[in-house]
């Protein structure tokens, strides 16, 4: 089974403060994604990547930074933190797209981040 | 608004009844998916169908496609209490790089037992 692992279920940091969100999967997987949800907005795409050092933003992608150092972890960073940051944050991975290949993602557990 | 949006926003019935929701999109696909979120949890992956099938079943679960009218709907039949979560379709549009998707809004599902 594909699993894909969170630093952190629960986060509070405070205005100003830099956060890091890890996140780690064991499939091998090229592609490698950032979402945030919020009631009513649903799932927002921040940055994805599809491969080491690669990476693209997605419609979200202010007040964020990414890394993409090793195929397996993907980091989030919020440079400086601010309330409106306060949200749940969805990492999800999936195989590269060949021929035949779905675009079926697989996602964490999450990490609830509160910004005070 | 998003591409793939879901309808409805809530639905709640009696354990043993059947639960359908829609989900519409608004560019040509490559595929649709449809996801499970349990409360406060990351989505699994429930079905995907292709641009070029209608229908699709897995277990309880059914999801039909049409595309000409930019349609998808997913039946959960004998509904179980455990089925209680939100339910998201998620699209990849052709000409998307990276298998990226993207999510609707959700339908929260709520069965009563």
């Known amino acids: 089974d594909v699993k894909v692992t969170q630093s952190s279920r629960y986060l509070v940091k405070r205005t100003g403060e830099k956060v890091f969100l890890e996140c780690v999967q064991d499939?091998?997987?090229?592609?490698m994604f950032w979402y945030r949800q919020d009631p009513g907005l649903g799932l927002r795409l921040i940055y994805f990547?599809?491969?080491?050092?690669?990476?693209e933003k997605g419609d979200i992608p202010e007040g964020y930074s990414v890394s993409r150092e090793k195929k397996e972890r993907f980091s989030l960073i919020l440079e400086s933190a601010s309330t409106n940051q306060t949200s749940m944050y969805l990492c999800?991975?999936?195989?590269?797209?060949?021929?035949?290949?779905?675009?079926?993602?697989?996602f964490g557990p999450g990490t609830r981040l509160t910004v005070l | 608004s998003q591409q793939g949006e879901e309808d409805p926003q809530a639905l709640s019935i009696q354990e043993g009844e059947n639960a359908t929701m829609n989900c519409s999109y608004k560019?040509?696909?490559?595929?649709l998916q449809w996801y499970r979120q349990n409360s406060g949890r990351g989505l699994v992956h429930l079905i995907l169908?292709?641009?070029?099938?209608r229908e699709k079943h897995s277990g309880r679960l059914r999801v039909t496609l049409d595309t000409s009218k930019k349609s998808s709907s997913l039946l959960i039949t004998a509904s179980r209490a455990a089925d209680t979560a939100s339910y998201f379709c998620a699209t990849v549009p052709i000409l998307t790089n990276a298998g990226k998707s993207t999510f609707g809004d959700g339908t929260t599902l709520t069965v009563k037992p």
């Open positions: 990547s599809y491969d080491v050092k690669m990476k």
């Open positions: 169908i292709r641009s070029n099938e």
């Open positions: 499939m091998d997987h090229e592609n």
């Open positions: 560019t040509s696909i490559n595929n």
């Open positions: 999800a991975s999936s195989p590269a797209r060949l021929a035949g290949i779905t675009d079926t993602q697989y």
